[in-house]
């Protein structure tokens, strides 16, 4: 595994541990895994709109920054589904000791 996706499976696991510590809420290792795959994908969508109707609510510097964005969240979308099952053995251990 690269160090990104090390990097990555430990961010994932520090904030999933931080959220089920103090949020109250119990969700499946399902949920738990998705969440951070679907806000990226949803944010990718969002800059891309944005791009694609002249910037209009996210702030840029130059043309194409939110297209830029865009295909960092999309690219943290693959790298996320590439990490599927070592992120649902981290889930599973957490949600186990909930």
């Given at each position: 595994?690269?160090?990104?996706a090390l ?92």
């Open positions: 595994m690269s160090e990104t990097e990555e499976v430990a961010v994932f696991a520090a904030l999933a541990e931080g959220f089920l510590a103090t949020s109250g809420v119990q969700p499946t290792v399902e949920e738990l895994v998705m969440a951070p795959r679907y806000v990226a994908f949803m944010l990718g969508v969002r800059f891309l709109n944005d791009h694609l109707a002249g910037d209009q609510y996210f702030k840029v510097r130059n043309r194409g920054d939110n297209l830029a964005r865009a295909r960092q969240q999309f690219t943290l979308v693959e790298l996320l589904e590439s990490l599927d099952e070592k992120l649902q053995r981290v889930a599973t251990q957490l949600v186990a000791q909930g």
